[in-house]
């Protein structure tokens, strides 16, 4: 059964930083590349970071590039957000997912974890 | 950046209507369009990919359509678990999400 559980988040004040984790279970993690994505209270979901499976190439949407860092441990099967210098409007429910490289879509969700930055 | 844009954003419907939900693209993303229905406090579940391939244990009621830059989502007879709100994606161009089309009784 494939599982994605999240951890790290809180309330943090602006500009300082925080690290999610995703632990992954019942899959072969090194074998997919690996998403997270973010709603805000009431509002849509939004991309923020994928990384290869190898962990070689990343991306990021241009409201966090420069402040995050999507990484992963494959011995661990985890995966990382590194977010530093936080705002407000990053306040949101973070989720990591699995990616299907073939379609790009996202298959397996976790159950998200919540951040707030407020001071 | 590929914008994209879904229309309703709320509808109201009944038990065993015959609901679609329109995703435009701000430019040809092929089918590189995906599917999801979110319920209240949940993660979102992937419901068709690729335009028009359903996703593994989602019922055939649900169905997808279109290329280039209009796209539809059909849920040929709304069932109460229904109820939800249903994303778009694109993945042809990095990754973005439309706004999201509420489904409400």
């Known amino acids: 059964q494939v599982q994605l559980v999240e951890s790290g988040g809180g309330v943090v004040q602006p500009g300082r930083s925080l690290r999610l984790s995703c632990g992954v279970s019942?899959?072969?993690?090194?074998?997919?590349?690996m998403h997270w994505g973010r709603q805000a209270p009431g509002k849509g979901l939004e991309w923020v970071a994928v990384?290869?499976?190898?962990?070689?190439?990343?991306d990021y949407a241009d409201s966090v590039k420069g402040r995050f860092t999507i990484s992963r441990d494959n011995s661990k099967n985890t995966l990382y957000l590194q977010m530093n210098s936080l705002r407000a409007e990053d306040t949101a429910v973070y989720y990591c997912?699995?990616?299907?490289?073939?379609?790009?879509?996202?298959?397996?969700w976790g159950q998200g974890t919540l951040v707030t930055v407020s001071s | 950046d590929i914008q994209m844009t879904q229309s309703p954003s709320s509808l109201s419907a009944s038990v065993g209507d015959r609901v679609t939900i329109t995703c435009r693209a701000s430019?040809?993303?092929?089918?590189?369009l995906n599917w999801y229905q979110q319920k209240p406090g949940k993660a979102p579940k992937l419901l068709i990919y690729?335009?028009?391939n359903l996703q593994s244990g989602v019922p055939s009621r649900f169905s997808g359509s279109g290329s280039g830059t209009d796209f539809t989502l059909t849920i040929s007879s709304l069932q109460p678990e229904d109820f939800a709100t249903y994303s778009c994606?694109?993945?042809?161009?990095?990754?973005?999400f439309g706004g999201g089309t509420k489904v409400e009784i």
């Open positions: 997912a699995r990616g299907i490289a073939a379609a790009g879509s996202l298959d397996s």
């Open positions: 019942g899959f072969s993690f090194s074998r997919y590349g």
């Open positions: 990384i290869s499976d190898d962990g070689s190439n990343k």
């Open positions: 430019q040809s993303i092929s089918s590189y």
């Open positions: 690729t335009a028009s």
């Open positions: 994606q694109q993945t042809y161009n990095s990754l973005t």
